[in-house]
């Protein structure tokens, strides 16, 4: 814990060596489970324990939250949206110590953990004013002397299971929304990065505590998947959002479709960019790289396959050779590095795998891997970015692999570009560099992208929060974030008033005695 300050850093977060992992607002439960250690793939070093949630602890946690759903939902959605406005306040206070924790629990560069807790902020900012406008339509009857409306009400306890790589984010992206909606949170965040968990219940717990919010608004649960599964069998949890794997999602979708509950679900990507002979290449070369090599390649949207056209094919991939000679890799706390480390030596074996199979597949790898070793990669997390040439059909194409391997295709036409960006099971985002007004709009309509996001001269990575985020296929299907996702921490309701003397019935249908 050498590392640029970290230690100050911990104690501001209130981190300390062991921690309890189950919280219910401001208070903290006994530890009681298995101890889970957190080590810091930046330089492999122990960052801190926490203790995992129990099966009684857990059950704890849910009455305690259905105890504060009572309460929560009966003050006024605008009081709502101020706690929400001041928890904003706080992580603006924090931002810089939050998102070096960030950047060195998870292994992203320090900036990219500044921007994942503006993310915070925004969704923040986002929800205040969503707290004023839960509206739902007014419709004509059919009957006279009728009206009718509809209306969205709080839901209950929303269990929230996020995945490493956005190990603050995404819990925000969900619980101000679910906040303002009226309903309690219940979080099980990734046993990789459970000390980002407690630096945020210690940032909120204040803003709770000088607001009177119920104790169990806000709640963690730490542990493994067997935690996870608590939440997604449990019909006291009417809505389940999962991030992570797509094998993780399919699990949680079966568990909770089982008992016909909600989720939503944002899961893998395969991500492309379709480059055009029509684009400008100095942005097409720089949406790339980032795509690609940005958190390592451990992004949903990380930028997985470049679909280029033949006649710009040999000056992209030359051109993308040269610029990956230039990334520097090393510790993400050093702003000088592009490159951090991947998030342990699992995600390490599972890159060196990809890179046996693109070999054995007859791919072409033009920028060679490798891990990297000596001093400043004790964690021996580093590896170093790579660059392949294969085609769509290749099985290792079609999976998606958390790490930085970029793989190179050759297209002749549009319809055959658009083609291969979709022939994967994935549809989360998706891109086109043109300037050919033509090619972007075809790209954009119902004939192009299956994505949730589409981009046109921009990259596949890079959300903001005022879009909702999430994508089709087997990504899932579910949106998180902005626009109108905050209909699904609500529940629907239609509304119809007879304000007349008599009862007609719709659709003209008589029943006379």
Known sequence: MKNHGIQETLKTLGIREINEGTSTGT????GKGELIESFSPVDGDLIGKVYSTTGDQYDEVIQKSS???????KVPAPRRGEVVR?????????????GKLVSYEMGKSYQEGLGEVQEMIDICDFAVGLSRQLHGLTMHSERPSHRMYEQYHPLGIVGIISAFNFPVAVWSWNTMLAWVC???????PSEKTPLCSIACQHIISEVFRKNDVPEGVSCIVNGDYTVGELISNDKRVPLVSATGSIRMGKKVGAAVGARLGKSLLELGGNNAIIISEHADLDVAIMGALFGAVGTCGQRCTSTRRLIIHESVYEEIRDKLISAYQQLKIGNPLDEANHVGPLIDKDAVKMYQTALKKIQEQEGNIIVEGGILT???YESEC???????????????????TFAPILYLIRYTDIDEAIEIQNGVVQGLSSAIMTMNI???????????????????NIG???AEIGGAFGGEKETGGGRESGSDAWKVYMRRQTNTINYGTELPLAQGIRFDL
């Open 460 to 462: 596949t990575s890079g």
């Open 27 to 30: 208070t903290w439960l006994p």
């Open 374 to 376: 000596g001093q400043g």
């Open 382 to 400: 580093y590896v170093k970015p790579v660059i392949a040439e294969g085609n769509n059909a290749m099985e290792i194409i079609q999976e998606e």
């Open 67 to 73: 105890e504060a759903f009572r309460a929560w939902r």
């Open 182 to 188: 009226g309903d309690v949170c219940v979080w099980k």
């Open 438 to 456: 033509r090619e972007a709009e075809r790209f954009l309509s119902h004939l192009g992208s299956d994505c949730g996001i589409a981009n046109v």
């Open 86 to 98: 001041q928890i904003g306040e706080e992580l603006r206070a924090y931002k810089e110590p939050l």
